[in-house]
């Protein structure tokens, strides 16, 4: 629950127990973005929706994104150590929330030993991240190093969906029927709340918090 806002008309009692619970620094790591890019040799603009870094000491430097250039959507991981040799294929493994891990095969980019992609499995992916509420990732590099990161997934449906809108593709079934529970429906939800059931459940964020950290 690392996010700037939780509700509008609040108590500053409220507020304090919020920041209590989500210190500044975690508010603003957490959060995926939709932005759009200009290749430069193609001088074509493509979209991106971009995974916020992990944790720092507790994961490897990965930041995943999903990317639709010239109405192709892609998944591309993009690593700051080594991954395997230029071109070269090595498989992904992601698990959401606490469903069974996946497998994908993915290719580094000709000009890059760290960052790969893959247009196969795109949808696939995408799909299963607009179900869940965190994705940890698992890559086995060419030197036989084990990378992995976590992601949290809350606010990442929005630029997901605007990249799959750019490239002109739908919403799956199963996205459309298992929406995963996010920010939005935690306010809708919690302006239901009485003041004395609000003070509860931000006591029981704060306890998460900490025991987290």
């Given at each position: 629950?690392?996010?700037?806002?939780?509700?509008?008309?609040?108590?500053?009692?409220?507020?304090?127990?919020?920041?209590?619970?989500?210190?500044?620094?975690?508010?603003?790591?957490?959060?995926?973005?939709?932005?759009?890019?200009?290749?430069?040799?193609?001088?074509?603009?493509?979209?991106?929706?971009?995974?916020?870094?992990?944790?720092?000491?507790?994961?490897?430097?990965m930041r995943l994104g999903i990317v639709c250039k010239e109405n192709k959507?892609?998944?591309?991981?993009?690593?700051?150590?080594?991954?395997?040799?230029?071109?070269?294929?090595?498989?992904?493994?992601?698990?959401?929330?606490?469903?069974?891990?996946?497998?994908?095969?993915?290719?580094?980019?000709?000009?890059?030993?760290?960052?790969?992609?893959?247009?196969?499995?795109?949808?696939?992916?995408?799909?299963?991240?607009?179900?869940?509420?965190?994705?940890?990732?698992?890559?086995?590099?060419?030197?036989?190093?084990?990378?992995?990161?976590?992601?949290?997934?809350?606010?990442?449906?929005?630029?997901?969906?605007?990249?799959?809108?750019?490239?002109?593709?739908?919403?799956?079934?199963?996205?459309?029927?298992?929406?995963?529970?996010?920010?939005?429906?935690?306010?809708?939800?919690?302006?239901?709340?009485?003041?004395?059931?609000?003070?509860?459940?931000?006591?029981?964020?704060?306890?998460?918090?900490?025991?987290?950290?």
């Amino acid at each position: 629950m690392k996010h700037s806002r939780f509700f509008g008309n609040s108590t500053p009692a409220i507020m304090l127990t919020l920041l209590i619970a989500c210190p500044f620094n975690a508010l603003a790591d957490n959060i995926w973005s939709y932005h759009q890019e200009t290749d430069r040799l193609t001088n074509r603009t493509y979209s991106i929706a971009q995974s916020p870094m992990p944790r720092r000491g507790l994961y490897d430097n990965m930041r995943l994104g999903i990317v639709c250039k010239e109405n192709k959507l892609q998944v591309v991981i993009d690593a700051e150590n080594l991954i395997t040799s230029q071109g070269s294929s090595f498989d992904l493994e992601y698990q959401i929330d606490e469903k069974a891990p996946v497998t994908i095969q993915m290719k580094t980019f000709p000009d890059s030993k760290r960052k790969g992609y893959s247009d196969e499995f795109a949808k696939r992916m995408t799909d299963d991240l607009l179900t869940g509420q965190a994705i940890f990732i698992r890559i086995k590099t060419m030197i036989k190093k084990v990378l992995s990161s976590s992601f949290s997934l809350d606010n990442a449906a929005e630029p997901i969906k605007h990249v799959i809108a750019d490239c002109g593709l739908s919403l799956s079934d199963k996205v459309i029927s298992e929406p995963a529970y996010n920010l939005t429906k935690f306010e809708q939800e919690f302006s239901k709340l009485s003041l004395e059931q609000q003070q509860q459940v931000l006591a029981k964020i704060e306890k998460i918090m900490m025991e987290i950290q």
